[in-house]
């Protein structure tokens, strides 16, 4: 086994005050502003944000599939997910949002371990391009709020 692990951490400003960013980091959510998005729920789950709600999601450009649980949640502040995609890496995202002014800053987390020595190189990668993921977020995220606030095209 290659014993690898990253801790990266990093921070986007979304333009909305952390009670109303916060449902843009639920599984739910995200389909809002994250292409390719696509969380199913093995289980009903009426709140996604509940501790203990599972959902999975697909790698369509390798194939695989994600499992994300909710470990804990404190609606408009936090949320943390442990996530395993088998044979690549398993861990967890937190997400922790604080009020700036009218928006929110956004510190996310991701602790990974490698469980291969495929996943060691998908993980270095990751690594090497969290800085640029986080702001590709932060843009989508500014997007989908600007077409919100156009409404609908007619």
Do not use: C, K
């Amino acid at each position: 086994m290659t014993g690898a692990r990253h801790r990266l951490t990093g921070r986007l400003t979304v333009a909305l005050p952390p009670g109303e960013a916060f449902h843009l980091f639920t599984a739910q959510g995200e389909r809002r502003w994250a292409p390719r998005w696509e969380p199913s729920f093995p289980a009903p789950a009426a709140d996604d944000a509940e501790p203990g709600t599972v959902f999975q999601t697909p790698d369509h450009d390798h194939g695989r599939t994600t499992t994300w649980i909710v470990v804990d949640a404190t609606p408009g502040r936090r949320i943390r997910y442990a996530r395993v995609t088998p044979g690549v890496s398993a861990g967890t995202v937190s997400v922790v949002l604080d009020e700036a002014g009218a928006h929110s800053r956004v510190t996310v987390s991701y602790e990974l371990t490698a469980l291969s020595s495929d996943g060691a190189v998908h993980l270095r990668r990751f690594a090497d391009g969290y800085s640029a993921f986080l702001n590709a977020w932060q843009d989508a995220i500014a997007e989908a709020l600007r077409e919100d606030s156009q409404g609908p095209v007619a």
